[in-house]
């Protein structure tokens, strides 16, 4: 029997800034089996929301993560509307629709940026935020808010949105087009990020379905499935564009998929810009007066993957039950598909490449030897471990 | 028998369309169909049968399962499986009017005392988390699961405590707080020292074991 | 003392805990760095340990889980230390106060290992990145006082 070494991760380390707990279980540089210990997050939302009323609950779950602060009300609110039956009007759908895309490019970029600094490739983690910043201004313009929105409510949206603010958000949306084409580019061509991220960590279709893997970490590996074409919601099903998917299911994979979906989604927002500069005016938001007894199902493309909200309702103003389940619940698990077999340094990126959030999943990590429980490496010196890499490999092209 | 089964459903809400056909392959394990629609359906299935079910909608083209849900009710924990059929990833061997992005909405009940059932999780490890999550959250049991270590609820969180049930409080419920980590000397850099001793980084697993 | 405090207000260093935050703050936490806030130009940085630091920034509730852990870190912080409670949730868990896996607030928490502990906080939910900017030029002034 060889020698196994437990690596733990977390809880607190620099970079994921969120806070969970890895344990991998390496024999020398081969990971051979890993452990996660998650509730660092866990606040007990699903219990709150059922001491909320319907209209407040949006609020709630607005919070449960940040970068998903669009689509996880959006998701709770078609569950509702599910059980109410609501016809919305036509304006506010597209309204939705601009701030979940706007949400999906701030998501994306975010991820390449530190998709970027694990590698050691700091310029890129600069770049991609700084190119960010217009889609958080413009979300500020749009919502009042950088990164809570509070946009919709059951029967539509809170708040129209004037000419001026569409024109800007177009205008900002047409601008970043440059800077994406630039950064797709800078990373598909890149001969040492074909070295690092070819081939690593890969998820075959069967891992897919048998883990329920979701958004980007299965349409990288060729799995198309997409809410937003599945099951159109809000204007998906009135506006062009087409859903992006890569074979391999690496972490190129998972990076190409990101980078193109900013394009899909600057895309389907000007649509929907031009549409509604087309069409003023008009009601924004349907009345509803009671949510009856029943159950609904709401389901919503985060940036992640789909966000899945199960609403029961017993006739009064509060859900007898609410249940939340974030992509990153289904995706989180198949580490355990990927990233066995790998070399210590590769698995920094692995980790970060299906985009985990843990405050969706509700949810550490540091390496401990596995005798003396003694810590040996923490998750800076895994991302230095990382960068150290990927300085090898340049100096060998 | 199963036929008998089907058409005694079929009286309170008949099965159409798509929906109708998937629920209709899991035969006689169907005790009762509370739904059926062109994108949603949602039946109660036999408790006994968790497994057998489980293991058919996964060999369903497009079928996964989204999620579960727990819900304490009168008689027990009703665990509610989600499963969503794609079009998308079925292929050229799609039926033809299979409409996309239909859930099906399988309920099972664990009945009052032992709130126990077959886990499904080594047939369809997407179960495996939330199972947890319902054990430790309202305390339904899941036989045969291959890991059943607690998930969400912290450490120092007491065993039979579950927060998700109707009777535990939010507010007044709340177990104990965990004891507060040892204050240090504020003054001085002790508690760093102190604390630093336990640090190894990159030394052999031996050492720390050698000086005892 | 005085050639401690001398070369500690020049740069501080910061070290960001994540207690049960939704992922906002973080965010926010996270621009400081990038080109736009570039909060760098103060001579702060972010750092991987907390040994290495002066200020710690908190986001979140601050959860059961993480409440020993909060602990543990602010020990380890090389003293004398500025906690930031950054966001509502940190400043007094905002809207998860009557969520059952909470912990003490941010500041209690602190306070119980330390009585003497300096926090300030941030309120907004989330705060702007100018409003973290600001509070840390503060905690700056705040610490030449001492």
């Not at chain 1, 607005?62 to 709770?76: Q, T």
């Not at chain 1, 999906?104 to 910043?133: C, D, P, Q």
């Not at chain 3, 080109?35 to 059961?64: K, N, Q, W």
């Amino acid at each position: 029997m060889s020698h196994k070494t437990v690596v733990n991760i977390g809880p607190f380390h620099p970079l994921q800034e969120e806070a969970e707990f890895f344990q991998l279980y390496v024999d020398g540089e081969t990971v051979v089996d890993m452990d996660v210990r998650i509730s660092y997050n866990h606040r007990g939302i699903e219990k709150l929301d059922e001491s909320k009323t319907f209209d407040q609950v949006p609020f709630v779950v607005e919070r449960v993560c940040g970068i998903c602060s669009a689509s996880h009300p959006l998701a709770y609110i078609q569950a509702v509307e599910d059980i109410a039956h609501v016809d919305m009007p036509e304006r506010a759908l597209y309204l939705r629709t601009i701030v979940n895309e706007l949400e999906r490019i701030h998501s994306h970029m975010l991820w390449v940026g530190l998709a970027g600094h694990f590698l050691g490739y700091n310029t890129v983690f600069m770049w991609a935020w700084k190119y960010r910043e217009p889609v958080m201004d413009v979300l500020e313009v749009a919502t009042g808010s950088r990164v809570t929105y509070a946009n919709c409510k059951i029967g539509g949206v809170r708040r129209d949105m004037t000419d001026e603010q569409l024109r800007t958000i177009d205008r900002s949306c047409a601008e970043l087009v440059g800077p994406l084409e630039m950064l797709t580019n800078a990373v598909l061509d890149d001969p040492v990020l074909h070295a690092r991220l070819k081939n690593v960590g890969i998820l075959t279709p069967a891992d897919v379905k048998a883990y329920g893997a979701l958004g980007p970490t299965a349409r990288g590996s060729g799995v198309p499935i997409d809410v937003r074409r599945d099951e159109p919601y809000a204007a998906y099903d009135r506006v062009d564009w087409k859903v992006i998917t890569a074979p391999g299911g690496d972490v190129f994979g998972k990076a190409v998929v990101r980078l193109l979906e900013c394009f899909e989604a600057v895309k389907i927002t000007r649509q929907c810009c031009d549409y509604l500069l087309k069409n003023p005016g008009g009601e924004i938001d349907a009345k509803v007066e009671a949510i009856p007894p029943g159950e609904g199902v709401g389901r919503v493309e985060a940036p992640r993957g789909e966000t899945f909200h199960y609403v029961r309702s017993d006739g009064s103003n509060r859900p007898t039950r609410h249940k939340v389940r974030a992509p990153s619940f289904n995706n989180v698990p198949t580490f355990k598909a990927s990233c066995i077999g790998l070399q210590i340094p590769d698995v920094a990126i692995t980790l970060a490449s299906v985009d985990p959030c843990y405050s969706c999943t509700e949810r550490m990590c540091t390496i401990v030897d596995a005798e003396t429980h003694k810590p040996m490496y923490n998750f800076a010196e895994l991302v230095r471990l990382s960068q150290q890499k990927t300085e090898r490999m340049k100096k060998e092209w | 028998m199963s036929e008998v089964a089907v058409t005694t459903t079929q009286a309170d809400v008949p099965l159409t369309g798509f929906v109708g056909q998937v629920l209709e392959r899991l035969g006689d394990s169907v005790l009762e169909v509370q739904k059926c629609v062109q994108l949603r359906g949602i039946a109660r299935i036999e408790p006994a049968r968790t497994v057998e079910v489980a293991e058919k909608m996964l060999a369903m083209p497009g079928c996964r399962l989204a999620t579960a849900t727990g819900i304490e009710v009168r008689d027990g924990i009703d665990v509610l499986y989600h499963w969503i059929i794609e079009r998308s990833a079925a292929g050229e061997a799609a039926v033809a009017d299979q409409p996309a992005g239909v859930v099906i909405t399988l309920k099972v009940l664990a009945a009052r005392p032992e709130l126990a059932l077959d886990s499904i999780a080594n047939a369809v490890p997407a179960a495996n988390w939330i199972e947890r999550e319902m054990h430790d959250l309202l305390g339904a049991n899941f036989r045969n699961h291959p890991d059943m270590r607690r998930l969400i609820l912290d450490d120092s969180w007491p065993e039979g405590v579950h927060p998700l049930r109707k009777d535990f409080d939010q507010v007044a419920d709340r177990p104990p707080l965990p004891p507060n980590q040892s204050p240090p000397d504020v003054e001085s850099t002790n508690c760093t020292k102190e604390n630093n001793k336990g640090q190894v980084r990159g030394t052999l697993p031996t050492g720390g074991r050698d000086k005892k | 003392m005085a050639l401690k405090m001398w070369a500690l207000r020049k740069s501080l260093w910061v070290y960001h805990v994540n207690t049960g935050a939704c992922n906002n703050c973080d965010i926010e936490v996270l621009e400081l760095l990038t080109p736009r806030y570039d909060i760098e130009r103060f001579g702060m940085m972010l750092v991987g340990s907390p040994r290495h630091a002066d200020v710690l920034a908190v986001t979140g509730v601050c959860t059961r889980q993480a409440m020993p852990r909060l602990q543990e870190v602010y020990m380890q912080t090389a003293k004398p230390c500025v906690v930031l409670a950054v966001g509502a949730c940190a400043c007094g868990q905002g809207i998860f106060t009557e969520a059952y896996h909470m912990g003490p607030t941010v500041d209690e928490a602190i306070k119980a290992v330390d009585p003497n502990a300096i926090i300030m906080y941030v309120p907004g939910c989330s705060p702007k990145p100018e409003a973290m900017i600001d509070a840390t030029v503060k905690a700056m002034e705040l610490l030449k006082t001492l």
